[in-house]
């Protein structure tokens, strides 16, 4: 069900996990208010079940935002308490959950844990993300098309391992605080695909360049000790999930091809 539309919470819950939301940055450029509904007034909703709940009774608000709400990170990286700077409609709505999630926890005593999360990959993502897209281009014959000059730079992280940062953070995170969650393991968009291409075997310049998309952060990085601190660490690397995914996918792109 639509979290713009919830009318009641369920009944003796202890934590309430939000991971609704719209979430690819090239949609909400071309359609922003879908990604204002979702990743705002539906914060905004739970919110209020929240506030309308018994406060003996109310389950902890465990928050999933982004990397992409502190914007552009030129160097180093930032700590959870660095400044909002969002560059793009997704990000700003991200962001602007966040705010609403500081002002009911404020006035109304509405408990929170916020998990920041550096760029997911894994198996079952949508086609539109960078590596899935560009594993199925490949397959089709296509050449992957690259924003700009590819340079754009992102951490990477393995989905099993952020819901382990999760779920973590949910059991021994401290009641209304923020938690990055990162590898350190970046890339930029151009090595990705490279690193795609490479391990299916094709040239390494079958892509080609289009316009960069307007607001593009060149690079986001940031610094998680306080949720290795609560003694998690990730499993799981890029190079070495990467045949994996191709082999998932190219399984999947074989059967749907096979069966119709």
């Known amino acids: 069900e639509d979290i713009c539309n919830l009318k009641h919470l369920p009944p003796n819950i202890d934590y309430l996990v939000n991971f609704a939301a719209e979430s690819h940055v090239d949609n909400s450029i071309i359609s922003n208010r879908v990604f204002f509904d979702s990743n705002v007034f539906g914060v905004y909703n739970l919110l209020e079940l929240l506030r309308g709940k018994d406060p003996a009774d109310r389950p902890i608000f ?36 966040e705010q609403l999630i500081f002002a009911w926890g404020r006035t109304y005593g509405i408990k929170y844990k916020i998990c920041r999360s550096c760029n997911n990959y894994g198996w079952g993502q949508y086609p539109e993300k960078l590596i899935p897209k560009t594993i199925l281009y490949v397959l089709e014959g296509k050449k992957m098309t690259i924003h700009g000059d590819g340079s754009a730079r992102r951490e990477w992280i393995y989905a099993g391992d952020n819901v382990e940062a999760i779920y973590l953070v949910m059991e021994k995170g401290e ?25 299916m075997k094709m040239p390494e310049d079958f892509y080609v360049f289009i316009e960069d998309r307007p607001g593009q952060d060149i690079r986001y990085s940031i610094e998680a000790t306080k949720i290795r601190k609560l003694g998690w660490k990730p499993k799981m690397t890029l190079k070495k999930y990467l045949p994996i995914y191709i082999k998932k996918v190219k399984e999947y792109y074989d059967s749907k091809n096979k069966n119709g």
């Open 62 to 97: 465990i928050h999933i935002s982004t990397d992409e709400v502190y914007g552009d990170i030129l160097e180093g990286s930032k700590s959870e308490m660095a400044m909002l700077k969002p560059s793009n409609p997704y990000a700003g709505t991200k962001a602007a959950a």
């Open 175 to 199: 009641i209304n605080s923020i938690y990055n969650i990162s590898t350190n393991e970046e890339y930029s968009v151009l090595e990705i695909v490279k690193m795609i291409l490479k391990e």
